[in-house]
C-alpha cells in the first residue's frame, strides 16, 4: 500500500465516523432536484387556474383581485386575466417570448413591462404565476439543512445564469427533504440585499391526462415584502383546470376580445 | 433756542472738517442707499412673487381637510405629493365658504402625478398598424384605409432597416458574445420580402412577430413624470386671470380634458433635437452665450450632430426621400444618406446657427412630428389610486395653457390641468358599493391572517395543520361569463363625449379648495373667521393662506425675505460699530477743543448735544444723499426693469422683468434706520465727551 493510498484511506476513515453530519448534495443532484420541482409543476398540456390574491400595505384598505391564470407550458406562454371586483375585470398581462404585456380596457392599450413588474401592484412576480423554470434559470449551491416547523429542508443557494433576466438575482431557497416542495424563498437584488420572502404552506397534486403524471402546485403562497416591511401578498390558488384552452388564447386580440 | 442754533451751526461747520466724518458720512450714505433701494426690491418682489402665486393656482386661501397627515403644498414638497385627506364632497363645503361676505369664489382642486409610460418609437408605430388592422376588421376595407395602412407598414419595414443598419454599425464596436442570435435572425426575417408579402394573410400574427421580437430590439421609450392639478376648468379659468391658452382650445364646459401647461408641453413633449436648438437659440439671444465658447452649447450641439435617430425613426420612406432632398439643397451636398446629412446640417456654428435654426423649422419641421403628442390626442395616464388598485385613463390633450408673468418658471411650469371627472379617476376612492364587493371576496377566501413575525411558526409547525401532499379535487374552471360587464371600448368613448353638469362636477372627492377674496387686506380675518364657520358647520377643515400652501415655495419666499433682512440687520450692526469706533476716534481727537469748551463754561449737557447734533446732522445730511441716489436707481430700474436672467429668477420677478416700485415706506423706514443707528452709536462717545475736564484736556499733548 502505498503512502498516497494509505492517506486517502485515512482521510475516508475521518469523513465516515466524523458524525452524522448532513452530507452536502452534488452540483448534479441539486440541479436534479431543481428539475424535478420544475418538472412537477409543469403540465404537458393547458392550464388554467382559478387564485384569489390579497394585497396588504400600510395605512390602506386591503386590496383583493380574483384572476385567471392560463398556461401553455410547452410554448412558454401565460396569461393572467383579473375579473373581479367589477373595476378590474379585464386588466391582464400576456407573456409572449420575452416579453411581459400589459393590458387594461379602460384605455385600450398595451404596454411592454419587465420582470421586475410588481404583477398589480402586488409584491407577486410575473415568474410567481408562471411555469417553473428554475434549472434553466439557476445555478445552485448547497448551503445545509435546515428545520422550518416540522418540516426539514435542503437549503440551496440559486445564482442567475448569465444572460437571462430574472426579477431577482440570488435566491435562497428551502426545499422539502421528504416531499421535494419548496417551503420557502427569499429573493435578494443583486446588491446582496435582501428584497421579499416567499413562504409556501401548501401544496396539492393533480392528475393529469395530456402529462400522464400527476401537477403540482402550492396551494397558497404569502410573499413578504422585505423592503416596505409593512406590505405583504397572498396568493391562493383556488382550483386548477387542466383541460385544453382555446388555441388563440395567448394572443392579444383575444384578450382585448373579452373586453370588448 | 439760542443754543439750538449755536449747536447747529458748530455742526456744520465741522460736517466736513475732518476725514472721520467723511468716513462716517459714507458709511450712512450707502446703508440709506442698501435700505432704499434692498427694501423696494424686496418689497417689489414680494408682491410679484405673492401675484404669481395667489393668480396661478393657490388663489388667496386654501382649504383642506384638517384629518390630512401632511400639510397642502401645491407645487409639491420635499418628498412627493403630500398625504391630504379626502374633501367626501365639494358641493357641501362651498355653500358654508361661500356665505363668509368677502368669498368671491371658491374652486375645487386636488393635485396628483403620474408616471407616463410609453413604448419605444417601434411600438408606437405597430399600435397605430394594429389600431387600423382593427378598424379594418370592424367597418370593413376602404380606399382611404387602405392607403393609410399601405404607408404605415412602408413606414415600419423602414424602420426595420434602419435597425439593421444601426445593429451592422454596433457590431463593429460590439463583440460577437454581446449579440443575440435569436434576434439577429428576427431582424433577418422581418427584413425579407416573404415576410412583408404574407403579411396580410395572417396580419395580426405579423404585427405580433414585429411587436414580440423586433420593438424590444430597440430601448424603451422615455418615461415622463407628470404632476397634474384636477379642478373644476371652467371655474378655474375664470377665477384664475393669469392663466391664458396659448394653443389649441379650451376643454369645453362640463367635459373630460386636460390642458398641457405651455412649458412642459415645450421642454418634456418636443422632439429632442428641435428642443436642443430652441435652448442653443434662447441661450445665444438672451444669454448672450456663444457656441464656441460655451461648454453648455457645445454638448447641444454634439448631441444633435450624434443624436439623429429620433428624426431617421420618425420619417416614412417618401418624408425620408423629402428630407434627403430638401437638405441636399440646402447644404448643396450630394450625400444620400439622410444620417449623414442631418448630422452635416445640425453641427452648427455661430455663424451659420440663425440660418440653420431657420432652415429647420422651414425646411424639416414640416415632415416631422415636433411634439410626442398632438392637441386632440389622447393621453394614457397611469396612477397608483389612494385604494392600492391601478387605474389607467385616456384624458384628451384639448390644448396648452401658461400663467403669464409664469411662462419660464419651472415650479409653476410643472402643473397641468385636468378635469376633475378623470382627476377623481385617477385618485381612487372606495365607494360603499365597491367597499362591499371587496370586503365579500375576502370574506370567501376563508384565509387565516398570519402574524408576519412568526408566520414561519404558524405556517410550518406541528400546529398549523399544513400538509405538503394533498390531492386537489379536479376542478372545472368556468371564465365565460367573468367577464361580462367589463368596462371596453364602448364605456371609452362614452367618456370622452360625456358632458357633465356642474352638479355632478361639484358633487364629490376635492383635495383642497382655492379661495379668491373681494378683498385681499383682510386675508387674516376672514382665515379665522372661516375657520370658525367650517367649525359650526361641522366640517373639519384646516384654512391656510396662499403662502403656506405654497408649501416649499412659500417657504422659500419666506426664507428670502428673512435672509435679505437678517443682511440688511447684520450691515447696520457693522455700520453701528464703524461709526461708534469713528465717534470715538473723532472725540479722543477733539479732546483738548471739548475741554477749553469746558473751561469757558459750557455745561456737559451742551457738550452731548453737540455731539449728537453733529452725528444727526451727518446722519441726515448723507441719508439724503443716498436716499437720493437710491430713488434715481429705483425710477432707472423701474422704467427698465430687470431681467430674469434664468428660470427662478423668472418666477420671483413674476416674469421676464421686474419692474419695482419705490413706496414712500421704503424711504421712511431708510432714514428712521440711518437716523437712529446714527444716534446710538454716537451715545457712548458722546457721553466720554463729557467725561473731559478742562484740567484733562490742557494736559494732552498736541
Known amino acids: 500500500m502505498s503512502l498516497k493510498n494509505l492517506l486517502s484511506a485515512a482521510a475516508l476513515s475521518v469523513a465516515m465516523l466524523s458524525g452524522p453530519v448532513a452530507l452536502a448534495l452534488e452540483p448534479a443532484a441539486m440541479t436534479q432536484m431543481l428539475a424535478t420541482i420544475d418538472d412537477r409543476q409543469r403540465n404537458g398540456g393547458d392550464y388554467k387556474s382559478l387564485i384569489y390574491m390579497e394585497q396588504k400595505e400600510k395605512d390602506k384598505t386591503d386590496n383583493v383581485r380574483e384572476a385567471f391564470v392560463y398556461r401553455r407550458d410547452a410554448d412558454d406562454k401565460l396569461m393572467i386575466l383579473f375579473s373581479k371586483p367589477k373595476t378590474e375585470a379585464g386588466k391582464g398581462y400576456l407573456r409572449m417570448d420575452k416579453n411581459l404585456w400589459s393590458y387594461d380596457p379602460n384605455v385600450g392599450k398595451w404596454e411592454r413591462r419587465t420582470e421586475r413588474e410588481r404583477i398589480a401592484g402586488t409584491d407577486s412576480r410575473r415568474a410567481d404565476f408562471d411555469e417553473s423554470r428554475l434549472a434553466e434559470e439557476f445555478d445552485p449551491a448547497y448551503e445545509g439543512e435546515a428545520k422550518l416547523g416540522k418540516f426539514t429542508a435542503h437549503k440551496l443557494l440559486l445564482k442567475v445564469k448569465p444572460n437571462v433576466d430574472v426579477a431577482y438575482p440570488l435566491v435562497k431557497m428551502w426545499i422539502d427533504k421528504d416531499t421535494n416542495n419548496i417551503l420557502k424563498r427569499e429573493d435578494y437584488a443583486l446588491s446582496g440585499r435582501l428584497m421579499r420572502t416567499a413562504l409556501y404552506p401548501r401544496w396539492k397534486k393533480i392528475f393529469s391526462e395530456s402529462k400522464g403524471a400527476d401537477v403540482w402546485f402550492p396551494e397558497e403562497i404569502r410573499f413578504y415584502d422585505e423592503v416596505e416591511k409593512a406590505n405583504s401578498t397572498i396568493i391562493l390558488i383556488k382550483s386548477v383546470d387542466l383541460r385544453p384552452l382555446e388555441a388563440n388564447l395567448f394572443t392579444k386580440a383575444w384578450l382585448e376580445s373579452k373586453s370588448r | ?702
Do not use: C
Open chain 2, 1 to 702: 433756542m439760542g443754543q439750538l442754533r449755536l449747536l447747529m451751526q458748530v455742526a456744520f461747520r465741522n460736517l466736513f472738517t475732518s476725514k472721520i466724518n467723511i468716513l462716517i458720512g459714507g458709511i450712512i450714505f450707502f446703508g440709506t442707499l442698501l435700505v432704499v433701494v434692498g427694501g423696494a426690491l424686496l418689497d417689489s418682489m414680494d408682491s410679484a412673487m405673492s401675484r404669481s402665486i395667489i393668480g396661478s393656482v393657490a388663489g388667496h386661501l386654501q382649504v383642506y381637510s384638517d384629518d390630512s397627515k401632511d400639510e397642502l403644498s401645491l407645487y409639491g414638497g420635499m418628498s412627493g405629493e403630500p398625504d391630504l385627506a379626502v374633501l367626501d364632497d365639494f358641493s357641501r363645503i362651498k355653500p358654508v365658504l361661500e356665505k363668509h361676505p368677502n368669498v368671491k369664489t371658491v374652486v375645487p382642486m386636488g393635485t396628483s402625478g403620474a408616471l407616463i409610460t410609453s413604448g419605444n418609437t417601434v411600438d408606437l408605430t405597430l399600435a397605430r398598424l394594429r389600431d387600423l388592422y382593427k378598424k379594418r376588421a370592424e367597418e370593413g376595407e376602404s380606399p382611404a384605409l387602405r392607403a393609410n395602412l399601405d404607408s404605415v407598414k412602408s413606414h415600419v419595414r423602414q424602420m426595420v432597416s434602419l435597425m439593421e443598419e444601426q445593429r451592422n454599425k454596433s457590431r463593429e464596436l460590439l463583440s460577437s458574445a454581446a449579440v443575440d442570435p435569436l434576434e439577429v435572425e428576427a431582424l433577418a426575417r422581418a427584413r425579407t420580402d416573404a415576410f412583408w408579402d404574407t403579411f396580410e394573410q395572417d396580419p395580426f400574427a405579423s404585427l405580433e412577430f414585429l411587436e414580440n421580437r423586433i420593438a424590444p430590439q430597440l430601448p424603451d421609450g422615455d418615461l415622463l413624470d407628470m404632476r397634474y392639478v384636477g379642478t373644476d376648468l371652467d371655474s378655474f379659468q375664470r377665477t384664475f386671470d393669469r392663466m391664458e391658452i396659448v394653443d389649441g382650445q379650451p376643454v369645453p364646459q362640463g367635459k373630460r380634458g386636460m390642458l398641457l401647461s405651455k412649458f412642459y408641453y415645450e421642454n418634456f413633449l418636443k422632439l429632442k433635437t428641435a428642443l436642443r436648438l430652441d435652448n442653443i437659440k434662447q441661450e445665444r439671444d438672451l444669454n448672450q452665450k456663444r457656441i464656441d465658447t460655451d461648454p453648455q452649447l457645445q454638448r447641444w450641439v454634439k448631441e444633435n450632430q450624434t443624436q439623429p435617430r429620433e428624426i431617421l425613426f420618425q420619417l416614412d420612406p417618401i418624408k425620408t426621400g423629402q428630407a434627403v432632398e430638401r437638405l441636399q439643397k440646402v447644404l448643396g451636398s450630394k450625400e444620400a444618406s439622410l444620417e449623414k446629412l442631418l448630422s452635416e446640417f445640425l453641427t452648427t456654428t455661430d455663424d451659420n446657427f440663425d440660418t440653420r435654426y431657420q432652415q429647420f423649422y422651414a425646411e424639416l419641421a414640416p415632415l416631422l412630428e415636433l411634439y410626442r403628442m398632438r392637441m386632440g390626442d389622447n393621453l394614457t395616464i397611469t396612477a397608483f389610486t389612494r385604494t392600492g388598485y391601478v387605474q389607467s385613463i385616456n384624458v384628451k390633450i384639448y390644448g396648452t395653457y401658461q400663467f403669464k408673468g409664469l411662462e419660464k418658471s419651472a415650479m409653476a411650469g410643472v402643473i397641468n390641468l385636468m378635469d376633475l371627472m378623470s382627476f377623481r379617476e385617477l385618485y381612487g376612492y372606495l365607494s360603499p358599493d365597491r367597499k362591499a364587493e371587496i370586503a365579500e371576496l375576502q370574506k370567501n377566501s376563508g384565509l387565516k391572517a398570519v402574524d408576519r413575525a412568526n408566520a414561519e411558526e404558524a405556517l410550518f409547525g406541528e400546529e398549523s395543520g399544513n400538509t405538503l401532499v394533498a390531492e386537489a379535487t379536479p376542478g372545472l374552471i368556468e371564465d365565460s361569463k367573468a367577464f361580462e360587464g367589463a368596462l371596453g371600448s364602448l364605456r371609452r368613448d362614452d367618456l370622452a363625449s360625456r358632458v357633465y353638469s356642474q352638479q355632478e362636477i361639484e358633487q364629490g372627492v376635492a383635495l383642497s379648495a382655492a379661495i379668491i377674496l373681494k378683498d385681499p387686506e383682510q386675508l387674516q380675518q376672514t382665515m379665522e373667521e372661516l375657520k370658525q364657520a367650517s367649525t359650526a358647520a361641522g366640517l373639519k377643515l384646516r384654512v391656510v393662506s396662499w403662502q403656506q400652501a405654497a408649501g416649499l415655495i412659500g417657504q422659500f419666499v419666506l426664507m428670502a425675505k428673512l435672509v435679505l433682512y437678517f443682511a440688511v440687520f447684520i450691515i447696520f450692526i457693522v455700520a453701528l460699530v464703524i461709526i461708534n469706533n469713528a465717534m470715538m476716534m473723532a472725540t479722543l481727537q477733539r479732546v483738548r477743543e471739548v475741554g477749553t469748551m469746558r473751561a469757558i463754561g459750557a455745561q456737559r449737557s451742551f457738550i452731548l448735544s453737540m455731539v449728537l447734533v453733529e452725528t444727526v446732522l451727518l446722519g441726515f445730511v448723507f441719508g439724503v444723499g443716498g436716499a437720493l441716489l437710491g430713488s434715481g436707481i429705483m425710477s432707472a430700474l423701474g422704467s427698465a426693469g430687470i431681467p430674469a436672467g434664468n428660470e427662478a429668477l423668472y418666477f420671483f420677478f413674476s416674469g421676464p422683468r421686474l419692474y419695482p416700485t419705490l413706496s414712500a415706506g421704503n424711504l421712511i423706514a431708510a432714514f428712521v434706520i440711518v437716523l437712529l443707528v446714527s444716534a446710538i452709536s454716537t451715545l457712548y462717545p458722546a457721553f466720554l465727551a463729557t467725561r473731559v475736564s478742562p484740567l484733562q484736556a490742557m494736559q494732552t499733548d498736541e
